[in-house]
């Protein structure tokens, strides 16, 4: 990735040029025509702004609508920043020859021009930026000084009008101005070619690769009948509560539509709504939900006349077939219960002839057409589609006429979502090789989770029907579930995975609906998949069951299924640069970030003090909550109070708030210019380790001199946590290391021993850390007053807290501790008698090597060149490898480790592949591998082994060497 990624998704950091309004009772004098016996009045028959729109009619062979306005001038300045143009067009009849736009310089010459069909009824859009216009001989335009707009009435039709309304000369189109029907290609130097909202017209164009049966078997009739009364019965059919009833009262007046539908608030993207003139598509989805419920439970015909022109209205606005919006991006959060509204209500919309139009409207906004053929390779943000538009495909899929077109468009679903469930490359969305969910370009369960959630309902809905996944997606998405259960504890993910939502308690865990996907998966296919379902039965803990809870639980106990156990084990997820420790009841999350891997998603108004979160985070989650359930606020872990300098294990420069803020005016997932950091493990998970080199870019409020080296090693219920080569110039603030920061509670007592080899103390959860001396340690309880990470509010809270302090501007510092996890009164006394269970054997600016003197194992964390000519075993060690060792009988297990996912330069997100990078370790004596192993290749020289090992995704390659 770049130095630092930036996304600004609003407009507003470029501004608007200029607006054109058509209110009040003088038409403006920058609008003129050409043209006999045309004109051009305001009108109050459809409006898409304020009251008036713009009505322009001709009876000519060709007449001319010319915008004279200074702002096209002063847009056309940001030229390069994608200033354009945005309007829209009502039009009461649809033609077969297009508007033409020509945009003119001061001589009337044509610099720019784009074509905007006219084969819709209604309102459309035209949203396109000047660098995705054409010339007059259709090349590539550049930066001219256009002075006017000129609107060419269509070819060939002599007495038309249309309305024209909502003009604006920008100095930013949106960068997702969505191609459609009237302007296929108005986004044609899009960049980015994985970007997804913005392909339904693109997907309409294609053909169907599967044919429509010519019959299908009462079996598999019957298998659409079941998948039919599953989707429906998943939109709630529920009268309206209290507070629903209120807010239709509610919507009725914000809406204020007309009783034939014509008009109404504007309907726009959320992003594009002006506050207190127009709506988005979550009120006409709310609307159209509301008063099919009321009428389906009530049959008070208000309901049913309210519904129809609220149909009317939507498909007048625009939301309708082959209609962009201007923009639609993620559209998909806000019309899931739409699909619902319109298949409860078909009989009344038929009854009105609405039901055709609003049925194709409605399967064309599904996405549908997307599953006309296999994914692309390079689609990116598939669990936004899986999340969001699952189920309206499904719905959208058993519209069709005949139970032979049904069956084809549930047999393409299927074989779609299944082409979705493969590892896909580099850091664009989807599962990774690690078991990962990426979306934004980084592993966010918080995006990742609701998609398999989604993934889970659509089983649900298929469950041993021919529309399950087939065996290789099944595999996928499983071991999606299972990674997920790893990197969680119990339902919570914590900090390391939190994205911009830390401490969020909804964005922060896996929800009710995201744990019955295990359930609703153990049992799609013929044969119960018992993994799943005891997955299920303990994530279940603490959930109130609903019935369809008690519906699974009663049915896997009868199959003798028990909840499983807790995860055990090291697992490694370098695809976040994240390792995973689980002992007993914890998780052991520890965090680093690269230039590929972000550490955290900084937004304007999310997570703005969100930083640290990956500067070798060390969070433990395992403490139980008064019902039972291990939780991250149990843990010790809340907002209200929370210094954001100081996340567990990071070591950090201690920042006031202003500085902390991000400065970044979108949005930034921040990287940061090392490629090493990540983890790696041993004996398939029983040992396992961390390592990173951490610094910063020279931006904003950022400090390019800071730099450390970092390491955790897990062994048993050790964590031993290392740091050297600790720098920076920052003279202001100091430099700390934090072992950990907890909530507390009023007259809490602590306290800490103090002996000839360190410090002793337990944090209140009881775990134990020891601290070798000649640190600069400060534990304290205090009051902490912090602001929110959105609103910037201030909030109180007590927190205990330790760190290690490594002073202003520090130069090489070094810091060493341990965290003890269940630590036994045995192992405490050994701990104070200076008996540990582990040796330090290096600590500096090449390496960090720990052995664990029970097991031998050692592990190296090597951050430049290694070679130690006294060594006994390791000689040599490639850069930037993580390498571990444990003797056996006749010889060595090894693993060898690159964290680096090799993916080189890019701004967002890439689907390169993961590079093959090699690592060479030399050993004293001669060695053989025990087995053949691919990525292992072995040389004999001069009494020595060396070894080198094809490393890619992150993942470590263990092997056993035999003693020659």
């Known amino acids: 990735m770049n130095k630092y990624s930036f996304l600004a998704f609003s407009a507003l950091i470029f501004g608007q040029a200029g607006a054109q309004s058509f209110e009040g009772n003088t038409l403006p004098q920058e609008v003129k025509i050409s043209g006999k016996k045309s004109t051009i009045s305001l009108s109050d028959k459809y409006y898409k702004d304020g009251k008036q729109s713009l009505l322009w009619q001709w009876v000519a062979p060709q007449s001319t609508l010319v915008f004279a306005s200074p702002d096209i001038a002063k847009s056309v300045k940001n030229f390069k920043k994608r200033a354009g143009v945005k309007l829209w067009v009502f039009n009461e009849k649809p033609q077969k020859t297009p508007l033409v736009f020509n945009f003119v310089d001061a001589q009337g010459q044509v610099q720019y021009t784009f074509d905007f069909n006219l084969n819709f009824t209604g309102w459309r859009a035209a949203w396109i930026s000047y660098s995705d216009m054409w010339t007059p001989d259709g090349g590539k335009t550049t930066e001219k000084p256009i002075v006017a707009m000129n609107v060419i009435s269509p070819k060939n039709v002599s007495n038309s009008h249309i309305f024209i309304d909502r003009v604006s000369f920008e100095n930013y189109v949106d960068r997702q101005a969505t191609p459609d029907a009237q302007i296929p290609e108005n986004n044609r130097h899009l960049k980015r070619d994985i970007w997804h909202w913005g392909l339904l017209h693109k997907w309409e164009q294609t053909p169907y690769d599967l044919a429509i049966p010519a019959q299908i078997s009462p079996a598999q009739k019957a298998q659409i009948a079941q998948v039919e009364k599953r989707v429906k019965k998943m939109y709630s059919e529920k009268n309206l509560s209290e507070k629903e009833s209120a807010r239709l009262l509610e919507l009725d007046q914000i809406l204020h539509i007309s009783p034939d539908g014509t008009k109404g608030a504007p309907l726009m993207q959320k992003n594009n709504v002006r506050k207190g003139e127009d709506v988005s598509f979550i009120e006409i989805n709310d609307y159209l939900d509301l008063n099919s419920r009321a009428y389906i439970n009530t049959k008070n015909p208000k309901f049913k006349n309210d519904f129809i022109k609220g149909v009317k209205y939507m498909l007048n606005q625009g939301f309708a077939y082959e209609s962009g919006m201007g923009t639609n991006h993620h559209y998909g959060y806000d019309i899931k219960e739409m699909f619902g509204a319109l298949w409860r209500m078909e009989e009344v919309l038929k009854q009105e002839n609405l039901w055709n139009e609003a049925r194709k409207a409605l399967v064309f906004w599904s996405g549908l057409a997307e599953t006309r053929a296999l994914v692309e390779a390079k689609r990116d943000e598939l669990c936004d589609s899986w999340n969001t538009l699952l189920t309206p495909r499904l719905t959208a899929a058993l519209w069709a006429d005949t139970p032979e077109e049904k069956y084809r468009n549930l047999k393409s679903l299927s074989r779609w979502i299944s082409s979705t469930l493969k590892f896909t490359p580099g850091t664009i969305g989807g599962i990774k090789i690690d078991g990962t969910g990426f979306h934004h370009g980084g592993n966010y369960p918080a995006y990742s ?157 999310d997570n703005r003090y969100g930083r640290y979160q990956s500067y070798g985070l060390v969070q433990i989650i395992g403490t139980a909550n008064k019902d039972g359930v291990i939780t991250e606020r149990a843990s010790g872990f809340a907002e209200d109070g929370w210094d954001w300098n100081r996340a567990p294990g990071v070591t950090s420069i201690q920042l006031p708030w202003d500085i902390l803020e991000s400065p970044f005016a979108g949005s930034d997932m921040l990287t940061q210019p090392s490629t090493f950091a990540g983890s790696s493990r041993l004996a398939e998970g029983k040992y396992g380790m961390f390592a990173m080199k951490l610094g910063e870019y020279d931006v904003k409020n950022f400090t390019p001199s800071f730099k450390a080296y970092k390491s955790v090693f897990c062994f048993g219920n050790q964590l031993i946590c290392l740091g050297s080569n600790i720098s920076n110039d920052n003279k202001e603030y100091p430099t700390q290391t934090t072992l950990f920061q907890q909530t507390a509670k009023q007259n809490i007592v602590y306290s800490y021993q103090k002996n000839r080899n360190g410090y002793m103390f337990k944090d209140f959860t009881g775990t134990l850390y020891y601290v070798p001396k000649g640190q600069d340690l400060k534990i304290k309880l205090r009051e902490q007053t912090s602001p929110n990470d959105k609103t910037k509010k201030m909030a109180k809270g007590l927190f205990y807290s330790a760190v290690l302090n490594h002073g202003n501007a520090p130069k090489a510092q070094k810091y060493a501790y341990t965290v003890f996890l269940n630590a036994d009164e045995s192992q405490e006394k050994r701990i104070r008698k200076g008996r540990l269970d582990y040796q330090i054997l290096r600590q500096d600016e090449v390496a960090h090597i720990v052995k664990d003197k029970p097991s031998g194992v050692e592990a190296y964390a090597v951050f430049k060149e290694f070679r130690d000519d006294k060594a006994k075993l390791i000689k040599e060690i490639s850069e930037q490898t993580m390498v571990m060792v444990q003797p056996q009988n006749s010889g060595i297990l090894m693993s060898v480790c690159n964290p680096d996912l090799d993916l080189g330069d890019y701004n967002y997100t890439t689907s390169r592949e993961s590079g093959v990078t090699h690592r060479r370790v030399v050993l004293n004596g001669n060695f053989e591998l025990a087995k053949p192993n691919e990525k292992v290749e072995v040389k004999h020289h001069a009494g020595k082994t060396e070894i080198k090992v094809a490393c890619q995704h992150g993942i470590p390659v263990e092997f056993s060497l035999n003693k020659r």
């Open 449 to 605: 989770v609701p998609g398999y959630a989604g993934i889970g309902e659509y089983l649900n809905c298929v469950e041993k029907t021919d529309f399950v996944l087939d065996k290789p997606a099944y595999d996928v998405y499983k071991f999606a579930l299972k990674s997920l259960v790893r990197y969680a504890n119990l339902r919570d993910w914590g900090l390391a995975d939190a994205g911009r939502h830390p401490f969020h308690p909804v964005y922060g865990g896996m929800s009710k609906r995201a744990v019955l996907a295990f359930a609703y998966t153990a049992v799609s296919n013929p044969e119960l998949d018992k993994e799943l379902a005891a997955d299920f039965l303990r994530l279940s803990k603490g959930i109130t069951p609903s019935s369809e809870y008690k519906k699974f639980i009663n049915l896997f106990e009868k199959e003798g299924v028990k909840p499983s156990d807790s995860p055990q084990g090291f697992y490694v997820f370098n695809y976040a640069s994240q390792g995973i420790y689980r002992y007993q009841n914890y998780m052991v999350s520890l965090k680093g970030f690269t230039q590929n891997i972000w550490g955290a998603e900084l937004y304007a108004r």
